[in-house]
């Protein structure tokens, strides 16, 4: 298939920081919406009162179709043809992002009779349900769209950097302000604040959408033409090139490691600071403190990745996480303010470490798509986007479902809310960093072992392409 540099005849802007801050702006929109799913739990075992396995087999089922979700959207977008007046992700974006400004506010809704299962089971998914199907309408051309505003691996790690600045800013936004916003004296959460908190993010997130749509170029992209030779869009033949698509895999599984660790260590992050520390409203700001070497390092980025590679770079940060995470289990964190000195300590040093895969996470599968053109001839955007979206997501709902399952196994009693025993208290003092510490492993797996685009490789790889377009 043709490939051209650019959309059409006319020159594009030369790409530059407008760029990136749109780019980043698409992510501060979808975790304006993305932020309170960690709430869920909380809100739906403590406050709703659902029976936590109920819950734990809910949210699986939510999150698997959730996941299937993503690929089968992904392969929409790509067998789509119609000619839109600027590109079809910015169009699918656009229509997301309009659903997004409500959806998120229908995972929490308060108002239903706390003692019928049965309704309360049918809210949470038909909510869970409706917000996710806007959110992937939005988050998968999204995350396609990195690789067609520039084909230059520097414009690409400077996306992939803003991306994940975006995404901090939303996290640093919601983190510090939520827990004041929806847990009272008594570290008990205010279900009817988290609907409200819900309906603003979304309208920030909305104008987020607009300001990264209107600002966005596009510079790569194919030159369709339609003739009878033109071979039908195969989606079983793109799953595969993607299974054989070992960057893709690996960084896949990275990722997986990323979201089943943290986001199922986030619940009891939440249980560890209401009955361990005795105090849920810091645990936004102490969160917040976690993600000062992600800024830290973002400026640095282009300039690192240039010099060592996104490989090699990822590979060391991780290792410097499960350091981290074995300091967290033999370090004596006592549930005063020494203890949570030691817990923002350690937890600085992963963040570092995860800070840095996820600093260019989104810019390797960008090369990962890449290299699906360089091994197989088709691009396939989103269809590998989605599809490593699908794996992610379903890590996201599994981290949350085992370690859900764990706490219960541990003692954790939604009736109890914040006032856990103080043997369960302790054991969520070891589950927390035991959860990150499978995180940065599966990660050191997945990028060490599996991924294969290192410096030298990535760099043949962008010759033999521009070779081909040329």
């Not at 089922?61 to 996941?67: E, G, L, N, Y």
Request: charged share 15%; hydrophobic share 50%.
């Amino acid at each position: 298939m043709a490939k051209s540099n650019v959309k059409d005849q006319t020159s594009p802007r030369k790409f530059g920081i407008r760029d990136s801050l749109a780019y980043a702006a698409g992510d501060f929109g979808c975790n304006m919406s993305f932020a309170l799913k960690g709430t869920m739990l909380i809100f739906w075992t403590q406050f709703m009162k659902m029976d936590s396995v109920i819950y734990a087999a809910l949210l699986l089922v939510c999150q698997i179709w959730d996941a299937i979700n993503d690929p089968l959207l992904g392969s929409i977008i790509d067998a789509d043809r119609h000619k839109y007046r600027r590109n079809k992700f910015l169009a699918y974006i656009s229509f997301g992002s309009v659903g997004l400004m409500f959806a998120g506010a229908l995972c929490f809704i308060p108002w239903i009779p706390k003692d019928q299962e049965i309704i309360k089971g049918i809210v949470f998914i038909c909510g869970y349900v409706i917000w996710d199907a806007f959110y992937t309408i939005a988050n998968v051309p999204y995350g396609s769209l990195l690789s067609l505003i520039s084909d230059d691996p520097g414009d690409r790690a400077s996306l992939s950097a803003w991306r994940s600045v975006g995404s901090m800013l939303g996290n640093l936004a919601t983190m510090a302000l939520i827990p004041i916003l929806i847990y009272d004296s008594n570290n008990n959460i205010m279900g009817e604040r988290v609907f409200f908190v819900a309906l603003v993010m979304g309208v920030l997130g909305f104008i987020a959408f607009r300001f990264m749509i209107a600002n966005t170029v596009i510079r790569v992209e194919d030159n369709v033409k339609v003739s009878e030779e033109r071979q039908k869009f195969n989606v079983l033949k793109a799953m595969k090139n993607f299974l054989s698509n070992r960057p893709a895999v690996g960084a896949t599984l990275a990722a997986m490691g990323m979201f089943l660790g943290m986001q199922g260590a986030s619940a009891a992050v939440t249980v560890l600071f209401q009955s361990y520390f005795h105090n849920a409203r810091i645990s936004g700001i102490v969160s917040m403190f976690s993600m000062l070497p992600i800024i830290l390092f973002t400026p640095l980025a282009r300039k690192m990745v240039g010099k060592y590679g996104k490989k090699e770079l990822s590979v060391v940060g991780a290792f410097v996480s499960i350091a981290a995470c074995v300091l967290m289990l033999i370090l004596p964190i006592t549930p005063d303010g020494k203890g949570i000195g030691i817990y923002v300590g350690c937890q600085l040093i992963n963040a570092l470490g995860m800070g840095i895969y996820s600093t260019v996470s989104w810019s390797m599968m960008g090369d990962a798509i890449d290299y699906n053109e360089w091994k197989h001839g088709t691009r396939e955007e989103g269809t590998v986007y989605a599809l490593h979206s699908f794996f992610r997501k379903l890590a996201q709902g599994l981290g949350p479902s085992l370690i859900l399952v764990i706490m219960v196994a541990l003692g954790y009693v939604e009736e109890n809310e914040g006032n856990q025993i103080a043997e369960v208290a302790r054991n969520m003092r070891y589950l927390v960093p035991g959860a990150y510490l499978f995180s940065a492993a599966l990660q050191l797996v997945g990028l060490g072992v599996i991924y294969n685009l290192d410096k030298n490789t990535l760099t043949k790889m962008e010759s033999e392409l521009k070779e081909r377009k040329a």
